[in-house]
């Protein structure tokens, strides 16, 4: 077996094959690997002759078998670095992982890449997804590509770029009268009558190990150096928790030193359990209940994260912090970073718009180099990103509108 399933809270042990994301004490289930036995031939050098994926890292990943991968091409997206933006703070380094050029759009095209290779592998052909929007274009691709059935249920505000999306990959799409939770409610109890897989947040371990590559790869663009902050927009909050595991294993598997960066959870305002908890010095993170929540329809919407206890905890561990953005700041960041040529959603503006609360609070140094992570692009939210734009009728007003 290649890798066997430890709780992150009781350490219980399960195998593989077990497909569980949570375990019965409530931690999370997380994939652990023999990394003796693997780093004789997992090395960096190694990765030199391989694709250009994240099944570059097969390694460390949970599929046995090459033939059970399915893959449109996902991973290895652009780090770029936004050198024009660094005077304005100043900031040494400042870079910007650009997740929007994943197969769909969206990282969440890893997480769906690993986990339904995985479900492929052992036998699953029905999958169905909660979601805010991008899992359940992921998911319904993948499944596409893998020849299964799928089923998403998203928020009834969800955009509708998304939905449309989803339907043009082959999936059943169901509008839910709630949020994200919600829908994860109804997955939850049609599940035994209608025999489907259900692939939401750390209901299995696929998601968090496809969204762990995001960490190995910004580490082997940085030339094997950890950068000295993560800025990522946090909703469920697997990429954190993935990006963290990565970081953990590139250490075991002695390809690099020093302290783990400090991770920014960023949360929109009406929506901010996380930010909640570290202001309130909590130690769990907890409901306020769908009334209290007014945030806009994306990725950052979720608040009842299923592993908030341990998002929270590799917060203090790596002594990051969240930060709660308005909605203003967001659509001022996107616009910003569209003049540079990125197009973000709101999700990953939203860690643009962090950055001053950061400097503000002297959380950020002028010396270190900092990766914002944009996880989604702007065209799946364009019904929300409305500018006025003049009309014309001729020539010269167009000249009229110049001068």
Not at 203 to 209: I, S
Not at 309 to 323: C, F, Q
């Amino acid at each position: 077996m290649q890798c066997q399933l430890v709780c992150s809270k009781c350490s219980k042990v399960l195998p593989l094959n077990t497909l569980r994301g949570q375990c019965d004490c409530g931690g999370v289930l997380l994939a652990e690997y023999d990394f003796e036995r693997i780093g004789q031939a997992f090395t960096k050098e190694s990765l030199k002759q391989r694709p250009t994926t994240l099944w570059r890292y097969f390694d460390v990943l949970p599929v046995e078998d090459k033939k059970s991968v399915i893959s449109l091409g996902e991973g290895w997206t652009p780090l770029i670095r936004l050198a024009a933006l660094e005077k304005r703070w100043p900031l040494q380094e400042l870079w910007i992982k650009r997740e929007e050029q994943n197969p769909t759009g969206s990282f969440k095209a890893r997480g769906f890449s690993v986990a339904v290779s995985l479900l492929n592998e052992h036998g699953i052909h029905k999958v169905a997804v909660p979601s805010n929007g991008n899992a359940s274009a992921a998911l319904a691709a993948y499944a596409g590509r893998a020849h299964m059935e799928a089923y998403v249920f998203v928020p009834k505000d969800c955009p509708s770029p998304i939905i449309k999306e989803c339907l043009h990959y082959g999936a059943t799409v169901y509008k839910v009268d709630g949020l994200i939770h919600d829908a994860g409610s109804i997955i939850q109890e049609g599940q035994k009558e209608q025999g489907w897989f259900n692939v939401g947040t750390l209901k299995e371990p696929g998601r968090v190990e496809g969204k762990k590559t995001m960490g190995y790869e910004v580490v082997e663009q940085l030339g094997f150096e950890f950068p000295d902050v993560i800025v990522y927009p946090t909703g469920a909050g697997s990429g954190v928790i993935g990006m963290w595991k990565a970081f953990h294993e590139m250490k075991q598997l002695g390809w690099i030193d020093g302290d783990l960066p400090r991770f920014v959870s960023v949360q929109e305002e009406n929506c901010e359990p996380l930010v909640t908890a570290i202001e309130q010095k909590k130690d769990s993170v907890t409901f306020e209940g769908n009334e209290a929540i007014t945030s806009a329809p994306t990725g950052m919407r979720v608040p009842q994260p299923a592993a908030g206890n341990l998002l929270l905890s590799i917060l203090k561990e790596t002594n990051g912090t969240a930060i709660a953005v308005s909605k203003n700041e967001i659509k001022t960041a996107q616009r910003e970073l569209g003049c540079q040529g990125i197009s973000s959603s709101p999700e990953g503006a939203a860690t643009f718009a962090a950055l001053q609360h950061l400097f503000d609070r002297r959380e950020i140094k002028p010396t270190d180099r900092v990766v914002l992570f944009n996880t989604s692009h702007a065209m799946k939210y364009m019904e929300s990103l409305a500018h006025t734009v003049p009309q014309i009728r001729n020539y010269r007003e167009v000249y009229a509108t110049l001068s």
